[in-house]
């Protein structure tokens, strides 16, 4: 499975939402604190980019060098509809900074030094480490997982229906007697995970593993491919 820091590095480079809160700031809304772009640098620190009007860009602006905490609170949305839609909560804390010179006009980028990390997903929830987020690598799906799995949603649902016949008995007669909808609800290089519903109320699920972990979208058909013939035998 992929590690806690792989999983936190890789919801903060990916397109999910996540805003930038600093403790006793005030703001009448969420538009100036959401993130447009974010990076993580060599030491594990992450560049923001925001308005430069937003409230947190003047209080980092107004503390100069003292030390701003802060935090970056992610969350990511399964891009397919499916109950319980919100797959993972994450935040990174630390100390923040202006970057001059990153970003054109009306953009400001800050530096957030990390200090602590923490995520709550599908897996878990799990305390990340600084170095650890540091030297994690993102998923490489991360950047093709929504196409993929609105693309199996949209094109695959039968094949993805036949899954079912590989849970084995703990779900063998739920899936011959009602026909569930199984959803795709997340990607990564280790495996597929899927939601199966009965109705809004009777959800389970259902985790399938690669033989290896894949590299890039060529090996993920061909694994992709080898899953759908083993249900449909």
């Not at 447009?36 to 923001?48: A, K």
């Not at 695959?156 to 026909?179: K, Q, V």
Request: overall charge negative.
């Amino acid at each position: 499975m992929p590690s806690a820091a792989e999983r936190t590095r890789t919801l903060v480079q990916s397109t999910c939402s996540a805003v930038l809160l600093a403790p006793g700031l005030r703001t009448a809304g969420w538009d100036g604190l959401v993130t447009s772009t974010r990076n993580v640098g060599p030491e594990g620190d992450l560049f923001l980019e925001l308005p430069t009007a937003s409230p947190v860009v003047r209080a980092a602006a107004h503390a100069g060098d003292d030390e701003l905490v802060a935090v970056l609170e992610i969350t990511d949305v399964a891009p397919v509809s499916v109950p319980h839609r919100v797959r993972a909560r994450a935040r990174v804390s630390g100390w923040l900074t202006i970057v001059p010179g990153l970003s054109g006009p009306g953009r400001t980028t800050l530096r957030l030094e990390t200090g602590e990390a923490y995520v709550d997903d599908l897996w878990g929830a799990e305390a990340v480490e600084p170095d650890a987020f540091r030297d994690a690598v993102p998923d490489p799906l991360a950047g093709h997982e929504t196409e993929l799995l609105q693309h199996l949603h949209a094109a695959h649902r039968e094949r993805l229906g036949a899954l079912c016949s590989l849970l084995g008995g703990r779900t063998s007669r739920r899936c011959a007697a009602h026909r569930p909808s199984v959803v795709p609800l997340a990607l990564d290089r280790f495996g597929l995970r899927v939601r199966v519903c009965e109705d809004r109320d009777r959800c389970f699920d259902a985790r399938f593993e690669f033989p290896e972990p894949v590299r890039d979208v060529v090996e993920l058909r061909h694994a992709m491919r080898t899953l759908f013939e083993a249900a449909a035998r």
